[in-house]
């Protein structure tokens, strides 16, 4: 590990326990003072850090941020598990659990197909915006200003003849998702696999991850995926419920969608 980042990790710890200025800090990093300032410039451009009218230094945002959606995960995870191991069970096919940080879309738990055909995906890796299922749940939950920012910023790689490729083809499929519950990535990543997506909700509401089921087309046609569609959301509802969340009754859980 790199000197700079540790002394970035031990100026956060030290701010931990109370603000404090540059001078304190320089003092307990046993460093130039340059170099702590450097370091603190940087933390602070990505809000790990804010000065405040005393010029002393807390910690910012970003931080709090990022320990909400580690302790989010690990508590989604672990309430998730059991109820996507049975759906796993019952179809037998791939299941991912995706959650959403900063701008991306990251895997953060898997069960794998019974069948010799299996998904390249890991824990860890971040999804395609534009085509798979589990992003467009999470980006279909944003306020519309996010949506739009995000969308804009996508370099809309078409990974297959399938894919979204315009911001706006992307939003409106957004608004589809956001109407009916669930989302279809209908060969648009990879040519050889389609997959279906549903939202799970934390106890105010907000769709803090999604899961979703992916097959080899040569496993299932378009039409028997969607015939997945209930028990999925049925497994996401529960996780959700788990998670102190009751489904309103006007909250749609499938509309019929025209296979294209």
Known sequence: MSQ??????????RLANGPA??????AAASVHKTTVMRLLHALEERRFVVRDETQRYRLGSQLFAL???ALDQREVIGIARPHLARFNQSTGH????????????VYIDKLESRHPVRMYSRVGLTAALHAAAVAKVLLADLPPA????????????????????????LLAELATVARQGWALDGSEHEAFVHCVAAPIHDARGRVIAAASCSVPVVLLDRPGLLDLVPEL???????????????????????????S
């Open 94 to 105: 791939t299941v991912h659990l995706a959650a959403l940080e900063g701008d991306d879309v």
């Open 4 to 13: 700079s980042l540790l002394r970035a990790l031990d100026l956060l710890e």
């Open 67 to 69: 320990a909400a959606v």
């Open 146 to 169: 996010r949506q739009r920012a995000i969308a804009d910023g996508i370099d809309y790689v078409p990974l297959t003849e399938h894919t979204i490729t315009t911001p706006e083809g």
């Open 21 to 26: 200025g540059l001078d304190e800090l320089a």
């Open 233 to 259: 959301v049925a497994c996401t509802d529960a996780v959700s419920a788990d998670l102190g969340w009751t489904r309103p009754p006007t909250t749609p859980t499938q509309n019929e969608r025209t296979p």
